[in-house]
Each structure stands twice: as structure tokens, then as C-alpha cells.
């Protein structure tokens, strides 16, 4: 989750000078200049984002001498405090339950059925198959690291360029956290004082309309390069394909189906995620053994933490920089502009989609919802339309470095190096970006479910 384990990410004098701006900054009284610095110090070293947020706040205190130095750890502990928040481990545990029961392979088998007679279809098919598992897990490194695994093997065993196969592997991932449910939009939404369920609803069809642009990619790509066309279409063999995985493909209907209708909360269908993935495995399909259900609640345990430690590091962070009245600041910057609905709106795609190459997702969320959305509130954008755009800006910092941590598991995943994998995801990142910028300056696509179910 972090870029911690990779070590340091920058040769030792650009380290060194960025610790003597550190330096510099405290010492002529810029403690706000010193937080920022501080923190991107840290993070260069290759120190824990939730480390270095929090480390950077307590020197800001300690410097400003402005509150007590307990006010940290206070403001952590109440960063993590929200019962919205209890749908993060259920659905960690639900994707881990499903990569590891054997779900996902059938998921992966229908999605061929359906869609592998198209040219290039393999490409066709892991996207299918990418919006049916972001509608389990709702996470983009627990789809790249669970069905990557599956896709990236298939295609490489029928001729494809496995830059190719990486590349659409780590771009469909990132519909993960766009279809409901979506671990990112629960933190905004927590950040935000925004229903949640709104947010899941306002989410769906940007993540089909991202899945529908990469398949014209993937169409043009194949008539270009010469993919063939991978099985015939089959009418007995999708018939076979979906009755087995038909209990598989009800999960997403159950979890969105019971939040949009209201059956449940979007807490309350984490769990229910939590209860039919053990059913599956356990009952149904029999895969999950004691050991693999020990080996998936530690991952799931460390995973939480490792966010949950995130979220409390920023939640100090937000309140510095509200505190200090950054939003305000920025509308000072923006002047005239700050009034213009395009204006913001573009500014905020240009912050998300820098930071998004910087920072992990939580984090960024957390430390920049109270900055950008008063100002886009401010400008009339609903919050919960300026949800859906920051959550798929920072899906697309995924795909870029240093941090795109998507990049960084698909090439554990595949065996290529780094430069690889983000070669081959390139082209795809243009159709990603138009799918942003549809969502963003036309309201109505991910505006129009939360208004006919919730307004």
C-alpha cells in the first residue's frame, strides 16, 4: 500500500537537499512551507506515508508550539472514529475471500464465454471481467493482484504481448474503485459528510462508461497489431460458463442491488459480502480450507491496518490545513476564476492528477477534501458528482509513478520489470483520461442514479 518497501526513491543528494530546505523553511518561520516539505522529504526517503504524515504534523506542532503536542494523537484517534468506516475490513475480507476461493476463475471463464469471440478478445474479456469483480471487492490493487494473476497468464499463453496484457490488466483494475462498493469513496464520504450510498450509486455508470472506452481501445489496438479473435461464439458453452458462475455474478447484485434499494447500508452489504463469499467457499464450492482462511484474515488484518494508520496520519494533516485556512488561501489564488464552475472543475483535475502520481489513494483523499471541496462547492458542483471525479483522478495516479502502486503489483504479478509494465499501460491511459473529463464537465452521468434513487 505504501512505497515504504521499495526503499528510497531518489538518489542521496536530491534527499539531502530537500532535508536543507526542511531545514531552511523551519528556521525562517514558514512552519506551512515546513509541513509540505517535510512530508515529501519523508516520503522520498521512503518513509510510510501514514509515518510521514503524522511525523510531519507533531514537528509542526512542536515547532508552532501553537497546541499541545496530545492534540495529534487526539485528532488521529477521532480521524479513524466513523462507523462508515467499519465497511473497510469486510470488504477487504470479501475481496481476499473471493481471490482466494476460486471465485474470480469463474468470474474469468464467463467473461471468455461472453466476450472472447471479439477481436483481440481477451482484451475485451478482462475488462468484463474487471467490472464484475469491482463489484465484490472495491479495491484496484486487490483486482490487479487477484485477477491479474488469471488474465495476464491467459493472454500471455495465447500470443499476446504481455506489455499489451499488463497494460489492460493494470487499466481495467482501476474500474475497481468507481463500481460500487468502492473503499475510496467510503473514505471520501467519511471526509466529505456525504451519503455513502449516493456516492456508490453516482459511481456505476462512469465505471461502465470507463469499461466501454477501454474496449474501443482495445478494438482499435487489435485491428491494429493483428489480435485474433480467441474462441467462437458459443451458445452451449456461455450456457455452461454462467451456470457456474452464477453464484459468483449474484454477488455484485446483492451489494448494489441492497444498497440502491435501501435493504441495507453500505456497512451493513460489507458484511453481507462477508457471509456470501464464506458460503461460497466453505459450502458451496468447497475451496477455502482452515489454512487459507487464516492465511486471508492476517492479509486482511494488515491491510486494514496499513489504511486505517493512513487515514489517522491524515486526518492530523486535514486539520492543519484547515486550521489554517488553506481552502480559503486557494480561492485567493484562483481570484476571479473561483467562480467559474469549468474553472475549478479543471484546476481540480490538474491537482488530483499530479498528487494522484505522488501519494496513495487514502491519503490523498483525506488530505485534500477539505481543500478542493469547499472551493468546488463554492463553484456549484455536488459533492457527491466532485466525489466520483477526485476517486477517478487518483484511480489513474495508480497507473502513473513514482508510487502507481497498480504498476508496482502487476509487475510482482507478470515477472517484467517496472518500465515494462508502464510502457504498456500508456496507451490506455488516454481513454481513461476522456472518460475523466466526460464525467467531469457532464454532470448527468454520474449524477443521474443518485438523483432518481435518493433526491
Not at 203 to 230: K, N, Q, S
Not at 429 to 450: E, H, K, Y
Request: hydrophobic share 55%; proline share 6%; glycine share 10%.
Amino acid at each position: 500500500m505504501t512505497p515504504s518497501r521499495r526503499g528510497p526513491l531518489v538518489p542521496p543528494i536530491i534527499a539531502a537537499t530537500a532535508v536543507g530546505l526542511c531545514l531552511f523553511l523551519a528556521l525562517q518561520g514558514y512552519y506551512l512551507g515546513f509541513l509540505f516539505a517535510s512530508l515529501f522529504t519523508m516520503l522520498l526517503l521512503g518513509i510510510p506515508i501514514a509515518i510521514a504524515l503524522a511525523g510531519s504534523c507533531l514537528m509542526y506542532v512542536y515547532l508552532t508550539g501553537r497546541v499541545p503536542d496530545v492534540v495529534v494523537a487526539h485528532r488521529m484517534i477521532n480521524g479513524v472514529d466513523s462507523f462508515p468506516l467499519l465497511a473497510i475490513p469486510f470488504f477487504i475480507l470479501a475481496g481476499n475471500l473471493m481471490n482466494n476461493g476460486g471465485i474470480t476463475t469463474r468470474i474469468f471463464d464467463f467473461a471468455k464465454a461472453l466476450m472472447g469471440w471479439m477481436r483481440g478478445g481477451l482484451g475485451h474479456v478482462n475488462v468484463g471481467a474487471s467490472i464484475v469483480f469491482s463489484g465484490m471487492s472495491g479495491a484496484a490493487v486487490a483486482d490487479a493482484g487477484g485477477l491479474g494473476t488469471i488474465e495476464i497468464k491467459a493472454m500471455r499463453d495465447a500470443g499476446y504481448d504481455q506489455e499489451f496484457a499488463v497494460g489492460i490488466t493494470a487499466a481495467s483494475s482501476t474500474i475497481g474503485p468507481i463500481i460500487p462498493p468502492s473503499l475510496p469513496m467510503v473514505i471520501y464520504g467519511v471526509m466529505a459528510s456525504t451519503s455513502v450510498g449516493q456516492l456508490f450509486a453516482a459511481g456505476l455508470i462512469p465505471g461502465l462508461l470507463m469499461g466501454v472506452v477501454l474496449m474501443v481501445m482495445i478494438t482499435w489496438l487489435a485491428r491494429r497489431r493483428g489480435y485474433p479473435r480467441d474462441a467462437s461464439f458459443s451458445l452451449g458453452f456461455l450456457g455452461v460458463a454462467a451456470k457456474r458462475a452464477f453464484l459468483s455474478l449474484m454477488t455484485p447484485v446483492i451489494i448494489v442491488g441492497g444498497i440502491i434499494t435501501g435493504a441495507f447500508t453500505p456497512t451493513e452489504a460489507a458484511i453481507a459480502a462477508v457471509i456470501y463469499a464464506l458460503l461460497l467457499g466453505t459450502v458451496v464450492y468447497r475451496t477455502l480450507t482452515w489454512r487459507r482462511l487464516l492465511k486471508v484474515s492476517m492479509e486482511t488484518i494488515e491491510t486494514t491496518a496499513i489504511i486505517l494508520f493512513i487515514v489517522a496520519g491524515a486526518s492530523i494533516f486535514a486539520w492543519i490545513l484547515t486550521s489554517n485556512q488553506v481552502t480559503q488561501h486557494v480561492v485567493a489564488l484562483m481570484g476571479p476564476f473561483s467562480d467559474s464552475q469549468f474553472a475549478v472543475l479543471l484546476f481540480a483535475n490538474l491537482v488530483l492528477l499530479v498528487v494522484g502520481c505522488f501519494m496513495e489513494t487514502i491519503a490523498a483523499i483525506t488530505i485534500l477534501v477539505p481543500v478542493l471541496l469547499p472551493l468546488a462547492v463554492a463553484a456549484g458542483v455536488d459533492p457527491v458528482h466532485f466525489g466520483v471525479i477526485m476517486v477517478l483522478n487518483l484511480m489513474i495516479g495508480l497507473l502513473t509513478p513514482p508510487v502507481g502502486m497498480v504498476l508496482y503489483v502487476l509487475s510482482r504479478v507478470s515477472n517484467i520489470s517496472f518500465e515494462k509494465c508502464m510502457r504498456g499501460t500508456l496507451p490506455f491511459l488516454v481513454p481513461l483520461v476522456l472518460a475523466l473529463l466526460l464525467v467531469t464537465f457532464i454532470p448527468a452521468i454520474s449524477m443521474w442514479l443518485p438523483t432518481l434513487f435518493y433526491r
